[in-house]
């Protein structure tokens, strides 16, 4: 399993773009890169996912560089209820257990 | 709808008394798990089964139990819960493939007095 390092907490203002970076140094060629965002006493929300380049939806975007070594999570125009913990997973879902580290905190603040 | 059922949601119970928390998915996922979180600890991975009749241990898995009789069905198993064991449970399920997304029940909060 890829083993990820990501910040333990990050503060914002509202209306503020927010980007999460998560370093994945020894990622394999299967693996993919998915963020998982958790508000809380809930269940971890799949948010996005990829393997390569750019991938954007109508949450967030998922920023991959060409070396895979890290990915950043983007979110536009963050409000307070996006106030959560936010968690990169690196890893070959049909081959490994689903294994999540601390994640980030992020605080949204007025 | 794809829903991830846990119960029960909440239980508070007394050192010794076994107990099951059920877990119920409807999507045939072929992957299964289960996890605790505790203040500051984050997600600790307690089982997990890749299929039915085929279950391994997590990170924290002393003190539980699982079985995988069937596809859709995940219990834990707290033969003799102590009170370290009060925790948050959750449990979640996936496709089998590189390219998918776990679904997460609504947690159990456990309380061992």
């Known amino acids: 399993l890829a083993k990820t390092t990501q910040p333990i907490s990050m503060d914002s203002y509202e209306g503020q773009e927010v980007n999460i970076t998560c370093s994945h140094n020894?990622?394999?060629?299967?693996?993919?890169i998915t963020w998982y965002q958790q508000f809380p006493s809930q269940g971890p929300r799949f948010i996005i996912q990829g393997y390569k380049t750019k991938v954007t939806n109508e949450v967030a975007s998922l920023f991959i560089p060409a070396d895979r070594k890290s990915s950043t999570l983007s979110l536009p125009r963050v409000s307070l209820s996006d106030t959560a913990v936010y968690y990169c997973?690196?890893?070959?879902?049909?081959?490994?257990?689903?294994?999540f580290g601390k994640g980030t905190r992020l605080s949204v603040i007025a | 709808e794809a829903q991830v059922t846990q119960n029960p949601r909440y239980l508070i119970t007394v050192t010794g008394k076994k107990l099951t928390v059920t877990c119920s998915q409807n999507?045939?996922?072929?992957?299964m798990s289960w996890y605790r979180q505790d203040p500051g600890l984050g997600l600790r991975q307690i089982y997990y089964s890749m299929n039915v009749e085929v279950t391994d241990k997590g990170d924290v898995p002393e003190g539980y139990k699982v079985s995988r009789k069937e596809k859709r069905n995940f219990p834990l198993i707290l033969e003799s819960p102590s009170p370290n064991q009060t925790s948050l449970y959750f449990c979640?399920?996936?496709?089998?493939?590189?390219?998918?997304?776990?679904?997460f029940g609504q947690g159990t909060r456990l309380t061992v007095v």
């Open positions: 020894n990622i394999a060629t299967n693996d993919y």
């Open positions: 979640a399920s996936s496709h089998l493939r590189g390219n998918t997304e776990a679904f």
């Open positions: 997973l690196v890893g070959d879902q049909g081959n490994t257990p689903l294994v």
């Open positions: 999507m045939n996922h072929e992957y």
